[in-house]
């Protein structure tokens, strides 16, 4: 007999370092017999290897926070029972003239063998990551990945890549070549367009044939530029930068500000990173080139970067150990999917109650004002709305309020995790209250939206009280102060009744019409029995 895995159970436990000029980020995983994977913990260490610049040369001190950062890394993995490691080095190491002495003493010392990768490799694998992280369709983006020593270019979209190569503009190289001056003078400022002009023409060529219109940027000084800009528009970024977008009238005034100050006025800004300070203004000025050479109207933000790909591109080599039994090509899809299996859904459950709700969504939209997106939304807190139960039946609802908050859903922006937690959180117990710390904090948009779903939700759940499937069919009936559900059932119809009537508070404040259930006799076509 074959014997079958649990789906459910990771297969492997790995970790991916990306070795950069800047900084160590390491990054640990559980893989899944379908490929997927969840993040277990997470380290950065800052090691500012490239010190005034890039050098051919690793000094000892730098060579040293390197050990040391590495030490530390390692000390996790063995803690968290990592199986195997990838270390990739990238431009400050593979360009050093004894880069190879360091990648022998981390072996040596630490006991983790590092790669060496070329640039256009780290490209390429940092375009699988963002294309697999955020929500990408047929038109063509600049995916953009600015470090320390170099910046890796990507032109593609959801089926293919047009161009990618790492060229030598870093953040840390740039600063060493072109600034001298604090704060930056603008003949620094001409050079480095010129610079950027100079270097980009082949980037040029195909970003002018394909009109691309939005930047998807990864990694630190791109996140800080984007953290930054939405804590002084106010946009929220607490929970996650994955999907934060900016746009190019919000960046520009942000740039003419802030490249006038000087390093103990950037040194206040709380979003920069303190070891990007003196090297983030070379960054500031690609971001604006590229927006006004190219006519970039967006820029949209991903947390998934070089790490990522180094995973990806281990599962897709070991394939044939990791049985690959479903992928979803749509990022948000494939992440919610990934949390309900390791979550051990109620899926008969929980697809049963989606069906109703999008059906009562669909009824109810215009009326609500609510949006298309909504509806995808309304769908997904749904589907994951019973996932509490994995950690306890005792208030579920909050645990799921918990696990969607923090499983880490890609190709979701902040404010639409929020909202399916809360939704999916608001499925049974308590209404929406003031009260309540966490819906308090919402803005009133947000309030609203979850108020609405949550109401189409709390009844679409009722309907299903046994869990068993039990109604058939649904037909929906609205007069200007009264809706009426006519349910079919395959068995008695009393506890789905009882269960929407007893939560159907909400749906009635939301609607402003009162709600009447009744049972419909599958060999007659007038109603039964009414459910009040």
């Not at 590495?70 to 190491?93: H, Y």
């Not at 100079?198 to 800080?224: D, F, R, Y």
């Not at 820029?299 to 070991?318: H, N, P, Q, T, W």
């Not at 803005?443 to 609405?452: A, F, H, I, P, T």
Request: aromatic letters at 8%; glycine letters at 6%; proline letters at 2%.
């Amino acid at each position: 007999m074959t014997e079958i895995q649990d789906s459910s159970t990771p297969t492997k436990r790995i970790a991916a370092i990306d070795l950069g000029t800047n900084s160590f980020h390491a990054v640990l995983v559980d893989l899944y017999p379908d490929g997927s994977y969840r993040t277990i913990d997470k380290l950065k260490e800052m090691v500012i290897l490239a010190e005034k610049g890039m050098k051919h040369h690793l000094s000892e001190d730098a060579m040293q926070r390197g050990l040391d950062a590495l030490k530390r890394i390692k000390f996790l993995c063995d803690s968290q029972g990592v199986e195997e490691i990838l270390a990739f080095a990238t431009s400050a190491i593979r360009e050093a003239k004894n880069g190879g002495d360091f990648i022998q003493r981390v072996i040596d010392e630490v006991g983790i063998k590092a790669r060496a990768i070329s640039g256009k490799m780290e490209a390429q694998m940092i375009g699988y990551a963002i294309r697999h992280s955020i929500s990408l369709d047929e038109e063509m983006v600049l995916m953009v990945d600015i470090g320390g020593g170099s910046v890796e270019f990507i032109v593609g979209n959801n089926k293919e890549f047009l161009y990618y190569n790492s060229l030598k503009l870093g953040v840390a190289r740039m600063a060493a070549h072109f600034v001298e001056n604090d704060p930056i003078t603008k003949a620094e400022i001409e050079a480095l367009l010129k610079h950027y002009r100079n270097t980009l023409s082949e980037v040029a060529g195909i970003l002018n044939e394909h009109s691309v219109k939005t930047i998807i940027g990864s990694s630190g000084t791109m996140e800080n530029i984007a953290a930054m800009i939405a804590e002084r528009n106010s946009i929220s970024s607490a929970m996650t930068l994955n999907e934060l977008v900016y746009h190019d009238d919000e960046f520009l005034p942000f740039y003419e500000n802030f490249i006038k100050l000087d390093r103990e006025k950037r040194s206040k800004e709380k979003e920069l990173d303190e070891k990007r300070i003196d090297i983030i203004n070379p960054g500031m000025v690609l971001v604006k080139f590229l927006i006004e050479e190219f006519n970039i109207q967006n820029v949209k933000i991903s947390e998934a970067a070089l790490r990522d790909g180094m995973i990806l591109d281990y599962i897709s080599r070991e394939k044939s150990t990791l049985p690959l039994v479903a992928r979803f090509a749509d990022p948000r899809k494939r992440s919610v999917f990934e949390l309900l299996r390791k979550c051990n859904w109620m899926k008969d459950h929980s697809t049963h109650v989606a069906k109703l709700a999008l059906q009562i969504f669909d009824d109810f939209q215009q009326e609500l004002e609510l949006e298309e997106g909504d509806r995808e939304l309304l769908e997904y807190a749904t589907l994951m709305h019973d996932i509490g139960y994995y950690i306890s039946h005792r208030k579920h609802h909050k645990h799921a309020l918990y696990l969607i908050r923090h499983a880490d859903l890609r190709g979701f922006t902040a404010d639409e995790i929020i909202l399916m937690a809360n939704v999916a959180r608001y499925h049974r117990r308590s209404t929406p209250k003031k009260r309540h710390k966490r819906y308090r904090k919402l803005d009133k948009d947000l309030k609203q939206r979850v108020k609405k779903l949550s109401g189409i939700l709390r009844v679409a759940d009722g309907l299903d009280r046994s869990h068993y499937q039990n109604v058939q069919e649904l037909e929906i009936e609205k007069t200007k102060d009264m809706v009426r559900f006519y349910i079919t059932t395959q068995g008695d119809p009393e506890l789905e009744i009882w269960g929407a009537m007893r939560k159907k508070e909400l749906f009635e404040e939301i609607t402003g019409k009162e709600l009447e259930i009744y049972a419909v006799e599958e060999d007659a076509n007038v109603p039964a029995e009414t459910g009040e």
